[in-house]
């Protein structure tokens, strides 16, 4: 029949080759941040942290590009808004390095990504930047990230023994303000908004949560400020887990990155409770 | 709903930490009960959900008792309890849901079936159907295209808002989803059933669509043949009706000619009865009984043509036709004389014949031709009450080559256009108040058609009501 020979989509991307030399791009100037960054803290010395800060602002940085060239089919525009996006970042990660009052940068990083991806709203609904189709979805993703909050504090304290305190307030509210800032909008904008959407289309639900949660779950085992040992790698596979298929399924609900968003802020700030 | 579960969940999880969990591990089975709730209450998803809230509830007691003591019966006993509300959950959950798709199914196939056979054209009742289609699927949107003979198509949408086929949203949130089928029951499809929804199609609602599809072919194939007979009983009906009603009109043209037969009958037998009696009992001075024997002649004359029509129309509606005797006539002459005739009878018409002398050469039964005039002349008189021209013609038809026209027109009351297709009927008089004393058996016209078909030839009719008549025959040359 006539029908099934149209074509389904109308919007593609643009040649694999194409978006494989953008993300490519970004990878190598990642690297390179990277590198600069490292290079940075061995001239400084032992004690400076503005490197890492650096290296660790290009990773979100390249996260967040990723995340724009994958949302706009890698049909260009992404330049500016990546470029301010990662300026923010950089900017902030040096401010938090420099001092814990500076992490308060951070706060403004979604800003800039939103001010940006304001003006390109049509072309990142399909992404989930848009409100959720109910605001309950809102309350469902704070609450689903604050029970798993609660349980890594309670099987960690349990089982492993850790302590749950907040000796320096100012180190935590600097923690919740990169998670806020940083931590949660390039992993949803990226693994749950570009990624898992992306790959919903082509696919059925599960096979696009768990490839897209499999990548998030690569990037925190890959991040050397995680702790290496054998208890938390395996507790944070389980609850990054459970978080990523969490979020993927509150996107998919809602339509919105925005349930899953708090859910991830609101379980990084109990992390942040757990001394580790 | 679901939330009344899992409060239940934090409910157990707080007596069971009162009652010390860890040494009355029966206590865990609990935590089914509120799995089990919501599995019933919403499916796979509830269940699924509350039964994993469930198992991490437990997995903060259980967790320590394996990191302490390492893999023993009681860790065993641990993961098992806590991964058994999850599967219970999705279990049951998994179970209900085909069920209720089963019944759902059931239920919209009964519904299908039932507007169906509805009332309505099938345009219609599809659009109905593809309703009932969406809710059991439920997907968003639902299409049936039904081919409908050649390049037709009968397209029906539930809701009306159904993307085209080269319009799926690309920049939706949640990508659409199209699942295309064939409408087959066996003869080839006949159709599709195209079902689009915002999110993933199971492979439930895939397989259900299947079975819908299949089921929706054949109910469609019913209602198809269930149109085409309801469309052949109309037909049926209407034939019988009028075939019925052409019985009615035929039993009373039959009962009228009964009446004007024996009134056409009697009347010449009177007129012999009592001239002839008239001769026999009384003294008759013998030029009046001259004059009465010319009426006797005249009358029986008379009888004789009647008793001979009749023959001859039972002959030709037997099939066997009048014995014609085809010579070469001469046209001119016939109508010539019949005009002398009908103009001396005939004071108050007019009869004009403008190819005097000119007449085309014509091969027929002279008798037959002369006995076809004189029926059109004398009809069209009978149909002219006051009088008027009478126009006789012959000419050679451009658009009959080898057949010679003998026409007969009048200035008469006409026919009606639903009266014109029986009046080459045998016993039909068109019933007109201006002419219904006119003598006649409804003969005359059947008997012309009869005797130019037995010629190879044929016989047309134009009237305009109170305009007049011309009646046209034509015979092969």
């Known amino acids: 029949m006539r029908l099934l020979a149209h074509r389904l989509e109308t919007e593609r991307s643009a040649s694999l080759a194409a978006l494989t030399g953008q993300l490519g791009l970004v990878a190598g100037l990642t690297t390179l941040g990277c590198a600069l960054g490292v290079a940075g803290d061995s001239l400084a010395g032992p004690g400076s942290s503005l490197g890492h800060a650096f290296a660790s602002g290009s990773v979100h940085a390249g996260f967040l590009s990723a995340g724009w060239i994958l949302a706009l089919h890698g049909r260009g525009g992404w330049q500016g808004p990546a470029l301010r996006g990662a300026g923010a970042l950089l900017v902030a990660s040096l401010a938090a390095g420099l001092s814990p009052v500076g992490a308060v940068a951070y706060l403004f990083v979604p800003l800039v990504i939103a001010r940006d991806a304001i003006g390109w709203s049509a072309r990142l609904e399909w992404i989930g930047w848009r409100a959720p189709r109910d605001l309950r979805t809102l309350f469902v993703g704070a609450a689903a990230g604050i029970f798993l909050g609660i349980h890594l504090l309670f099987a960690a304290s349990l089982m492993l023994g850790y302590p749950v305190a907040v000796p320096d307030g100012r180190r935590y509210l600097a923690a919740v303000a990169y998670d806020i800032g940083v931590n949660a909008v390039t992993v949803e904008w990226l693994f749950r908004g570009a990624i898992f959407s992306a790959l919903w289309r082509r696919w059925s639900f599960w096979p696009a949560a768990a490839a897209s949660t499999g990548l998030a779950l690569l990037r925190y085992l890959l991040d050397p400020a995680l702790p290496q040992t054998a208890e938390l790698v395996a507790g944070a596979m389980f609850y990054t887990l459970l978080l990523g298929l969490g979020c993927c399924a509150l996107r998919a609900w809602s339509g919105s990155l925005w349930p899953g968003y708090l859910a991830t802020v609101a379980f990084f700030a109990a992390y942040r409770i757990l001394l580790v | ?66 990191e302490r003591a390492g893999p023993s019966w009681p860790a065993v006993d641990g993961i098992v309890s806590l991964s058994t509300p999850l599967t219970l959950g999705l279990t049951v959950g998994r179970l209900l849901d085909q069920s209720r798709g089963r019944g759902a199914q059931l239920e919209a196939l009964l519904d299908i079936q039932r507007s169906l056979a509805g009332e309505g054209t099938l345009g219609q ?316 058996l409804g003969l005359g016209l059947s008997l012309v058609r009869g005797l130019a078909h037995a010629h190879g030839g044929s016989i047309e009719v134009e009237s305009l009501p109170g305009k007049g008549s011309r009646f046209r025959v034509l015979l092969p040359a």
């Open chain 2, 125 to 440: 009742r599809l659009a109905g159907v593809a309703e009932l289609t969406r809710r059991a699927l439920g997907v968003d949107r639902v299409r049936l295209v039904l081919e409908a003979g050649g390049a037709d198509r009968i397209a029906a949408s539930a809701p009306e808002q159904f993307h085209p086929a080269a319009a799926l949203p690309t920049s939706a949130p949640t990508p659409c989803r199209r699942l295309v089928l064939p409408l087959d029951a066996g003869r080839g499809p006949a159709g599709a059933l195209i079902a689009e929804r915002d999110g993933d199609l199971s492979a439930a609602t895939r397989g259900m669509a299947s079975a819908l599809a299949l089921h929706l072919a054949l109910a469609i194939e019913n209602a198809r043949l269930t149109e085409r007979q309801r469309h052949f009983a109309h037909e049926l009906e209407e034939k019988v009706a009028g075939a019925t009603r052409r019985l009615r009109e035929l039993d009373q043209a039959k009962n009228e000619f009964l009446t004007i037969a024996s009134h056409e009958l009697r009347t010449p037998l009177t007129a012999l009865q009592g001239f002839s009696e008239l001769l026999l009992t009384r003294d008759v001075p013998p030029e009046r009984a001259r004059r009465y024997l010319g009426h006797v002649h005249t009358e029986s004359k008379r009888l004789g043509r009647i008793v001979g029509d009749l023959l001859d129309l039972s002959r030709i509606e037997s099939g066997r036709g009048p014995e014609l005797q085809r010579v070469p006539l001469d046209l001119g002459e016939i109508i010539e004389a019949n005009l002398e005739i009908f103009a001396s009878q005939h004071p108050r018409h007019h009869f004009d014949w403008s190819g005097t002398g000119s007449a085309p050469p014509l091969c027929a039964d002279r008798d037959a031709v002369d006995r076809m005039l004189k029926n059109l002349l004398s009809n069209a008189i009978k149909y002219s009450p006051r009088g008027g021209r009478v126009r006789v013609g012959t000419a050679v038809p451009s658009d009959k080559p080898g057949m010679v026209e003998l026409s007969v027109e009048d200035d008469g009351v006409g026919i009606a256009a639903d009266a014109l297709p029986r009046i080459f009927d045998p016993y039909v008089r068109i019933s007109n108040p201006e002419t219904a004393a006119a003598p006649g």
């Open chain 2, 1 to 66: 709903m679901i939330f009344g579960a899992l409060g239940v969940v934090a409910l157990i999880a707080l007596a069971v930490r009162a009652a010390g969990g860890d040494q009355v591990s029966s206590l865990h089975h609990l935590y089914l009960l509120p799995a089990l709730w919501a599995a019933l209450a919403r499916g796979v998803t509830g269940g699924c959900l509350v039964g994993l809230v469930a198992g991490l509830v437990q997995a903060l007691s259980i967790f320590p008792l394996i």
